[in-house]
């Protein structure tokens, strides 16, 4: 158990954030709150975390597992030992502005704030909102739970800690290209949504079911470029596929069977 993170270790680390920048150097590099410190970085996300242990959405983590330039991924348990993946967005508004793309025309984003740490709580609560819309029509996602400044918590798709393999980690065959297009066709039609940032490396593969993941990029069918997002990730899908040695369709082809039916 001493790997895991609990409420007691955040609690640690934020009075080591509130101490003085010596006492922040001598942190134990082994210990819990060394930890949470180095991989969550500041107070903000620190209160946001411990604000989750005490309204009974999270019990305790158990390490990072996956990270990037933009988020940090957790393994997390909920009080009803329930697996959850918590994603905490990196506070670097940098990163963020590069994508204001897919907020700026987004009808459901208005007079938004694109400066700092709410640049990054938008990019949230829009990842949570997409996975929500994705959800309730019965799409194959994560269950979204939670979302609370620049922190998503939401089911975790894996056994014990480990994901489910991508798309790109695993065997493929002609049967996941057809099903990732429909796939791609229900999520347009049936949520009115374009992921907007579709690879390999953001589907899962669990046995025969594909589960798509990472909607932070996603964005409303009345988004002003919605139809360029939507040809490039069926475009994406394509070149992954014919890499793998399985015929493709064409995707202009794909991208006019999807929108037929739009006015």
């Known amino acids: 158990m001493s790997s895991q993170i609990d409420n007691r270790a955040i609690k640690k680390a934020l009075n080591k954030v509130n101490n003085s920048a010596k006492s922040n150097r001598s942190l134990k590099k082994r210990s819990e709150d060394y930890q949470v410190f180095q991989d969550v970085f500041n107070k903000p996300t620190l209160l946001t975390l411990y604000s989750l242990f005490n309204n009974g959405t999270l019990s305790y983590l158990n390490g990072i597992v996956n990270s990037g330039k933009e988020s940090n991924i957790f393994w997390g348990v909920t009080p009803d030992g329930n697996d959850v993946a918590i994603k905490i967005y990196l506070t670097v508004a940098s990163e963020f502005r590069k994508r204001l793309q897919y907020i700026e025309g987004d009808h459901r984003f208005k007079n938004i704030n694109t400066h700092g740490h709410k640049l ?144």
Not at 212 to 221: C, H, I, K, T
Not at 230 to 250: A, E, H, P, Q, V
Request: negative net charge.
């Open 120 to 263: 990054i709580e938008l990019w949230a609560r829009k990842e949570f909102k997409n996975l929500s819309k994705a959800y309730s029509a019965n799409l194959p996602v994560p269950k979204p739970i939670a979302v609370k400044q620049n922190v998503l918590v939401m089911d975790f798709l894996g056994i014990d800690g480990a994901p489910y393999p991508t798309l790109s980690e695993t065997e493929v065959e002609e049967s996941d290209f057809e099903e990732l297009l429909k796939l791609i066709k229900q999520l347009y039609q049936q949520s009115n949504l374009i992921h907007s940032d579709l690879s390999e490396y953001n589907v899962f593969k669990n046995s025969n079911d594909l589960i798509l993941f990472d909607f932070g990029s996603a964005v409303d069918v009345s988004h002003p470029m919605s139809k360029d997002f939507l040809l490039r990730d069926i475009i994406n899908i394509c070149k992954f596929f014919s890499k793998r040695g399985i015929t493709t369709l064409d995707a202009e082809n794909i991208f006019k069977e999807i929108t037929e039916n739009d006015v």
